[in-house]
Nanobody
Framework: QVQLVESGGGLVQAGGSLRLSCAAS????????MGWFRQAPGKEREFVATVAWRGEITAYADSVKGRFTISRDNAKNTVYLQMNSLKAEDTAVYYC???????????????????WGQGTQVSVSS
């Protein structure tokens, strides 16, 4: 069965960095666009970034553009989110997700992602 396991969350001061990882198993990882979403307390889940199955196409929410970088290693079945210049408003649970459809270049809609990890907490102190 599909499994997505996030790691790398934690507590960091504003301006600091964290690198999230998501280890995938149970499907042909290299065929699927992967995404990161986040949900802050009392707010809806929101799009953060996606990387297409081929790896060259990435997309970012405006709020993280220039600070976060998404990447993937198809040999390791892992997707990463490098987060720099963290702000207090980045505090949230971060979720890794896999697209429901193979070979789709890009999507930001959470409804297009059929498999989700359990989430990892990122807390940024100001």
């Amino acid at each position: 069965q599909v499994q997505l396991v996030e790691s790398g969350g934690g507590l960091v001061q504003a301006g600091g960095s964290l690198r999230l990882s998501c280890a995938a198993s149970g499907f042909t990882f290299s065929w699927y666009t992967m995404g990161w979403f986040r949900q802050a307390p009392g707010k809806e889940r929101e799009f953060v970034a996606t990387v297409a199955w081929r790896g060259e196409i990435t997309a970012y929410a405006d709020s993280v553009k220039g600070r976060f970088t998404i990447s993937r290693d198809n040999a390791k079945n892992t997707v990463y989110l490098q987060m720099n210049s963290l702000k207090a408003e980045d505090t949230a649970v971060y979720y890794c997700a896999a697209d429901s459809h193979p070979l789709r270049d890009s999507t930001r809609a959470s409804t297009d992602f059929g498999s989700w990890g359990q989430g990892t907490q990122v807390s940024v102190s100001s």
